[in-house]
């Protein structure tokens, strides 16, 4: 007697609860013991013979994934919470194979499969002690929060996945590893050597052999070779070295010397050092054109143009220096992108022949010279009192020395007309005046007559 009504307790205590069949017999107190027993027999659904005793899908997920793995205990999570985590990934992932596909439940189980890997990934690596700022090798590596961005590890080759793993970004030459690669960097950081030697590989493509490099990566030195073996040796376009698979992605990018040669734009593989030292260097103006290659103005309509167009903004800056209006308009800041326009017209950065090639740096350039003359020539009062008139001929509107059909006196700064100034094949008028004025001071005075 007394072993059966515990047996019955038991069997209450333990009766699934999701079971709809429920009898009456629960919501009475003091029933006996023979209702126990006939309520909890017909509470037990009767399985047919040969099943196995959880064949429901539904029960399945309920025993699988009804427990709460994502409740933090209190204090350290120790090892068998691990184990529960990748027991409940297993079964998470058998219920999934056997629901029916693209049914919704089924959707709902692949959600509770990447929250429970989710989970897991943060008690194997845990990301609270991971500090913001790393520096390492002249990197300045900065923690990235951004989950959605799918990036690749520079060290490892492999996929960062921003939703489960900590990554780093250096703030310099933007090298991206995983937070488990930091300590096993060895590239110092490129910015280093952009700051230390701005100046670019003139040569096209110097290859020296493999041979003069011992059959070794130039960057960290792993045994290559031609025929792949152990590794595959690759070729960078820009340095001209050979490097392995890990050190070359077979990354695009244009060659300045082909350009600043050549006038060629198509983007050759370059290792992963050289293409960062070119996206650092993209914009540094630190080309001479004019002595590395004079020729490429006779041949290239475009680099004329932009010349001429940059010798203008030079003689239109002294006007905004001296204007109030146009320092409180910060006209010179429409060309705060290319700073060296307003310095010298000889400098070039590699982004200025691209944007020349294609055509953008022309007409960009164009419109900045219709603003400025707009200023000079017609808004402004103080700037047009500034202007010239020819003294050759004395006729004609005022005069600047931007102006197409004028010509500049080299020595004293006079603007004339171009066919006046020609045309008399004299020297300037006010060239002459302060050579006869120069003269007449330092003549030396003549005999006193009444002495």
């Given at each position: 007697?007394?072993?059966?009504?515990?047996?019955a307790?038991?069997?209450?205590?333990h009766?699934?609860?999701?079971?709809?069949?429920?009898?009456?017999w629960?919501?009475?107190?003091g029933?006996?013991?023979e209702?126990?027993?006939?309520?909890?027999e017909e509470?037990?659904?009767?399985l047919?013979?040969?099943?196995?005793?959880f064949?429901?899908?539904e029960?399945?997920?309920?025993l699988?994934?009804?427990?709460?793995?994502?409740?933090?205990p209190?204090?350290?999570?120790l090892?068998?919470?691990?184990?529960?985590?990748?027991?409940?990934?297993?079964?998470?992932k058998?219920?999934?194979l056997?629901?029916?596909?693209?049914?919704?439940?089924q959707?709902?189980a692949?959600v509770r499969?990447i929250h429970?890997?989710?989970?897991?990934?943060?008690?194997?690596?845990?990301?609270?002690?991971e500090?913001?700022?790393r520096?390492?090798?002249?990197?300045?590596?900065?923690?990235?929060?951004?989950?959605s961005?799918?990036?690749?590890?520079?060290?490892?080759?492999?996929v960062?996945?921003g939703?489960i793993?900590?990554w780093?970004?250096c703030?310099?030459c933007?090298?991206?590893?995983h937070?488990?690669?930091?300590?096993?960097?060895?590239?110092?950081c490129?910015?280093?050597?952009?700051?230390?030697q701005?100046?670019?590989?003139?040569?096209?493509c110097?290859?020296?052999?493999?041979?003069s490099q011992d059959?070794?990566?130039?960057?960290?030195?792993?045994?290559?070779?031609?025929?792949?073996?152990?590794?595959?040796?690759?070729?960078?376009?820009?340095?001209?070295q050979?490097y392995?698979?890990?050190c070359?992605?077979?990354?695009l990018?244009?060659?300045?010397a082909?350009v600043?040669?050549?006038?060629d734009?198509?983007?050759?593989?370059?290792?992963r050092?050289?293409?960062?030292?070119?996206?650092?260097?993209v914009?540094r103006?630190?080309?001479?054109?004019?002595?590395?290659?004079?020729?490429?103005?006779?041949?290239?309509?475009?680099?004329?143009?932009i010349?001429k167009?940059?010798?203008?903004?030079?003689?239109?800056?002294?006007?905004?220096?001296?204007?109030?209006?146009a320092?409180?308009?910060?006209?010179?800041?429409?060309?705060?992108?290319?700073?060296?326009?307003?310095?010298?017209?000889?400098?070039?950065s590699?982004?200025?022949?691209?944007?020349a090639?294609t055509?953008?740096l022309?007409c960009?350039?164009?419109e900045t010279?219709t603003l400025f003359?707009?200023h000079?020539?017609?808004d402004c009062?103080?700037?047009q009192?500034?202007?010239?008139?020819?003294?050759?001929?004395?006729?004609?509107d005022?005069?600047?020395?931007?102006?197409?059909?004028?010509?500049?006196c080299?020595?004293?700064?006079a603007?004339?007309?171009?066919?006046?100034?020609?045309?008399?094949?004299?020297?300037?008028?006010?060239?002459?005046r302060?050579?006869?004025?120069k003269?007449?001071?330092f003549?030396e005075p003549?005999?006193?007559v009444?002495?």
């Amino acid at each position: 007697m007394e072993h059966d009504e515990k047996l019955a307790r038991f069997r209450q205590v333990h009766l699934n609860p999701f079971n709809k069949q429920l009898g009456p017999w629960q919501h009475e107190q003091g029933a006996g013991k023979e209702a126990l027993e006939v309520a909890s027999e017909e509470a037990l659904p009767e399985l047919p013979p040969g099943e196995p005793e959880f064949r429901c899908p539904e029960r399945v997920m309920d025993l699988g994934l009804s427990e709460d793995h994502f409740a933090r205990p209190v204090g350290l999570f120790l090892a068998s919470d691990i184990q529960q985590l990748r027991q409940a990934i297993q079964e998470c992932k058998q219920v999934i194979l056997e629901l029916p596909e693209h049914s919704e439940k089924q959707k709902d189980a692949v959600v509770r499969l990447i929250h429970l890997r989710l989970k897991l990934q943060e008690l194997k690596d845990p990301n609270e002690d991971e500090p913001n700022i790393r520096v390492l090798l002249e990197h300045r590596f900065y923690k990235e929060k951004s989950k959605s961005v799918k990036q690749t590890c520079d060290k490892c080759r492999t996929v960062i996945w921003g939703l489960i793993q900590t990554w780093y970004t250096c703030t310099g030459c933007y090298y991206r590893c995983h937070s488990k690669c930091l300590n096993l960097i060895s590239k110092p950081c490129v910015r280093s050597k952009v700051s230390h030697q701005a100046e670019y590989e003139l040569n096209i493509c110097p290859e020296a052999g493999l041979d003069s490099q011992d059959y070794r990566c130039a960057e960290c030195r792993a045994p290559i070779s031609l025929r792949g073996v152990p590794s595959e040796a690759r070729q960078c376009d820009y340095t001209g070295q050979y490097y392995c698979s890990h050190c070359h992605w077979n990354d695009l990018a244009v060659i300045p010397a082909r350009v600043v040669h050549n006038w060629d734009f198509e983007p050759r593989k370059v290792s992963r050092g050289s293409m960062r030292y070119l996206a650092l260097m993209v914009s540094r103006p630190v080309l001479r054109l004019r002595e590395i290659n004079p020729l490429l103005f006779n041949y290239v309509e475009e680099l004329v143009e932009i010349r001429k167009l940059r010798q203008d903004i030079l003689l239109m800056k002294p006007y905004f220096i001296t204007c109030r209006e146009a320092m409180a308009a910060r006209l010179l800041l429409q060309l705060q992108d290319r700073q060296h326009f307003v310095e010298n017209d000889e400098m070039y950065s590699v982004q200025d022949l691209l944007d020349a090639h294609t055509g953008r740096l022309g007409c960009s350039l164009a419109e900045t010279h219709t603003l400025f003359a707009k200023h000079i020539k017609l808004d402004c009062e103080r700037c047009q009192a500034k202007g010239f008139v020819c003294e050759l001929c004395r006729e004609g509107d005022v005069l600047f020395p931007f102006d197409s059909h004028t010509s500049v006196c080299a020595d004293c700064s006079a603007v004339f007309h171009r066919d006046c100034y020609y045309d008399n094949s004299t020297t300037c008028p006010r060239c002459a005046r302060l050579t006869l004025r120069k003269q007449s001071l330092f003549q030396e005075p003549g005999p006193d007559v009444d002495a």
